[in-house]
C-alpha cells in the first residue's frame, strides 16, 4: 500500500472550514484514499473514502486531484467536537483479492478552538 | 446500541500472567480485526479474521492466538504478558458484501497495563 504523508497538526477556529491536506505521490491506480479520525480516547472513525472523483458525505468532502497524488479533507464547519487525530490512509480494495488492511500513519492533529 | 463492544475496558495486570480480551459485534459483519495502539500513538493492525477464518497475520509474537468462536465475536487470549505488551487494543469489523470498499468499525478499546 501507497505511503502518505501529512502535517502533524493544524488549528482551526471553530465554524470555519478546516482544509486537512494528504500527499500520496506512489498512489497506484486500484488504491483507495480514506479518511478515518481518532478523538481522544475513542476508537478510530470512519469519515469518507474516494478513488479518483471527488466526495461528499455528511461530515465530510473529498477533494482528490486529477493526477490523484494528493487530496484534501474538508470539515466545512468545524466544532470543537471534531478536534481529533486525522488519519489519511491509501489502500487496496477489496476487489484486488487482498483482505482490507488498514495501515494508519501519524496523521494530523486537528485543534480545533473557541 | 453498541455496535462493537470491548471486555474489559480497563486490564491491569502482572508480566507472567495470561489474560483475554473479549469483542462483540452486533453489526451482522463477516471480518473483525485487531489492532495494537502503543504508547506512541501508533496503530497497527494484529489479525484479521473473515467467517472464522484468519486472514491477516502480522508479525505478531505467538503469544497471542486470536479466538474466533462465531461470525460475531473475535477474542484475544496472550499468554505470558510482557512490559511491552500494554497499550490499547482496539477490535473493528467489516462487511464483505462484495463492494470495492469497505468501512471498518471500531470498538472503545482495551486499555492494557503491564506491571
Known amino acids: 500500500d501507497a505511503k502518505t504523508t501529512q502535517p502533524t497538526s493544524m488549528d482551526c477556529a471553530e465554524g470555519r472550514a478546516a482544509n486537512l491536506p494528504c500527499n500520496h505521490s506512489?498512489?497506484?491506480?486500484?488504491?483507495?484514499v480514506y479518511w478515518y479520525r481518532q478523538i481522544h480516547s475513542q476508537g478510530p472513525q470512519y469519515i469518507i473514502h474516494g478513488l479518483k472523483n471527488n466526495e461528499t458525505n455528511e461530515m465530510a468532502s473529498l477533494i482528490i486531484t486529477e493526477d490523484r497524488k494528493s487530496s484534501t479533507l474538508i470539515l466545512p464547519h468545524a466544532t470543537l467536537r471534531d478536534t481529533a487525530v486525522y488519519y489519511c490512509i491509501v489502500m487496496l480494495g477489496w476487489n484486488t483479492g487482498t483482505a482490507s488492511k488498514l495501515t494508519f500513519g501519524t496523521g494530523t492533529r486537528l485543534q480545533v478552538t473557541l | 446500541d453498541t455496535a462493537v463492544s470491548q471486555t474489559p475496558k480497563y486490564l491491569v495486570t502482572q508480566m507472567g500472567n495470561d489474560k483475554s480480551i473479549k469483542c462483540e459485534q452486533n453489526l451482522g459483519h463477516d471480518t473483525m480485526y485487531w489492532y495494537k495502539q502503543d504508547s506512541k500513538k501508533f496503530l497497527k493492525i494484529m489479525f484479521s479474521?473473515?467467517?472464522?477464518?484468519?486472514?491477516i497475520n502480522e508479525t505478531v509474537p505467538n503469544r497471542f492466538s486470536p479466538k474466533s468462536p462465531d461470525k460475531a465475536h473475535l477474542n484475544l487470549h496472550i499468554n505470558s504478558l510482557e512490559l511491552g505488551d500494554s497499550a490499547v487494543y482496539f477490535c473493528?469489523?467489516?462487511?464483505?458484501?462484495?463492494?470495492?470498499?469497505?468501512?471498518?468499525?471500531f470498538g472503545p478499546g482495551t486499555r492494557l497495563l503491564v506491571l
Open positions: 506512489t498512489i497506484s491506480g486500484n488504491e483507495y
Open positions: 479474521y473473515n467467517n472464522k477464518e484468519l486472514i
Open positions: 473493528a469489523s467489516s462487511p464483505t458484501s462484495g463492494r470495492a470498499v469497505e468501512t471498518q468499525y
